[in-house]
């Protein structure tokens, strides 16, 4: 073979290879332009469900039974709260769909003020939509603050075996001062007024002080018990002790007339609102919201730590 014909040959083979070298290099290009945009487009999509912009609650085209679940301790901040509980029940009545609302609660009780809110909104919405029933389903427990929002409902449904009622105010903490003298420790604490340092639990308790925020809680339980008798209305077979901070299992707080008859959700949303389908309007905090807050309670900790922080007591109907 001539020298010219092996150098020919020779450089087909080269340019064959670099071609072949060129469209490997396109194809893995393309190839991964593809995985970067599927990354993406999934990154993207988790984004919108932690940003809780997908999975709304709104999608169904059909008439309802709204659902607003309060769950747990009732007090500012928590999913609890007055702000969660009256976004949600006041989403659920504004939908046009909506043919009930169900209230289904699982609470031992909790602020007083924060209950007392809930309440005032419950009986502002069923005067406004007054077309759309609100019934309180119980769960486990619904005592204190929680039934203190459940008498608002226009009926309340429970398990025979949900416990009900704690009808009741207490204010509770702890006293050091003992354990003070026995260590030799010795309490500074400066105030301007008398009484600055109510319920200060290194300073002892006088009995002034004592008298005085029993006389808070009577205030309280009156406004409570007042709630109740007007919530329930003749249906209440008032007892010596019904009052008293008690709780009943479900069957007898029926027959107390502190509920009105067995049932759960799905049974009330089938049976007596005619709306199978259940729409939860619940308010839910998503991954941005719970980061947030959890960033500003690192930031308040911080600032305790840095500037200390005075103790006091506060109410709770539990």
């Given at each position: 073979m001539s020298e010219n014909n092996t150098s020919g040959w020779e450089r087909a083979v080269l340019?064959?290879?670099?071609?072949?070298?060129?469209?490997?290099?396109?194809?893995?290009?393309?190839?991964?332009?593809?995985?970067?945009?599927?990354?993406?487009?999934?990154?993207?999509?988790?984004?919108?469900?932690?940003?809780?912009?997908?999975?709304?609650?709104?999608?169904?085209?059909d008439k309802h039974t709204a659902?607003?679940?309060?769950?747990?301790?009732?007090?500012?901040?928590?999913?609890?709260?007055?702000?969660?509980?009256?976004?949600?029940?006041?989403?659920?009545?504004?939908?046009?769909?909506?043919?009930g609302v169900i209230?289904?609660?699982?609470?031992?009780?909790?602020?007083?003020?924060?209950?007392?809110y809930?309440?005032?909104?419950?009986?502002?919405?069923?005067?406004?939509?007054?077309?759309?029933?609100l019934y309180a389903v119980v769960e486990d427990i619904c005592a204190s603050g929680g039934y203190y929002v459940a008498v608002a409902a226009d009926k309340i449904y429970v398990n025979k075996a949900s416990m009900i009622g704690s009808i009741g105010v207490l204010m509770n903490g702890f006293g050091f001062t003992g354990t003070m003298d026995k260590l030799g420790v010795e309490r500074r604490l400066l105030a301007a007024g008398e009484n600055k340092g109510f319920l200060d639990p290194f300073s002892p308790m006088s009995d002034t002080q004592k008298e005085?925020?029993?006389?808070?809680?009577?205030?309280?339980?009156?406004?409570?018990i007042d709630v109740v008798r007007k919530g329930r209305g003749k249906r209440l077979k008032e007892t010596p002790d019904m009052f008293s901070g008690l709780v009943w299992v479900g069957t007898k707080s029926i027959e107390l007339g502190l509920a009105d008859a067995i049932g759960s959700m799905e049974q009330v949303a089938r049976d007596v609102i005619k709306a199978e389908e259940i729409v939860d309007f619940t308010p839910r905090e998503n991954v941005a919201e719970r980061f947030a807050k959890r960033l500003g309670a690192s930031a308040?900790?911080?600032?305790?730590?840095?500037?200390?922080?005075?103790?006091?007591?506060?109410?709770?109907?539990?």
């Open positions: 340019e064959k290879l670099a071609l072949a070298a060129v469209t490997e290099q396109r194809r893995a290009r393309r190839w991964g332009i593809f995985f970067k945009f599927l990354i993406f487009g999934y990154l993207f999509i988790v984004l919108f469900i932690a940003m809780g912009w997908m999975g709304k609650k709104d999608g169904s085209q659902l607003v679940e309060l769950n747990g301790a009732i007090g500012p901040g928590s999913p609890a709260s007055a702000d969660a509980i009256m976004q949600g029940l006041g989403d659920a009545f504004k939908d046009k769909r909506t043919q209230l289904r609660i699982n609470s031992p009780g909790g602020s007083p003020v924060q209950s007392g809930i309440n005032d909104e419950i009986k502002r919405l069923r005067a406004k939509y007054p077309e759309i029933p005085y925020a029993q006389k808070m809680l009577g205030e309280i339980h009156d406004q409570f308040a900790e911080s600032l305790v730590r840095l500037g200390g922080a005075g103790v006091m007591g506060s109410a709770n109907i539990r």
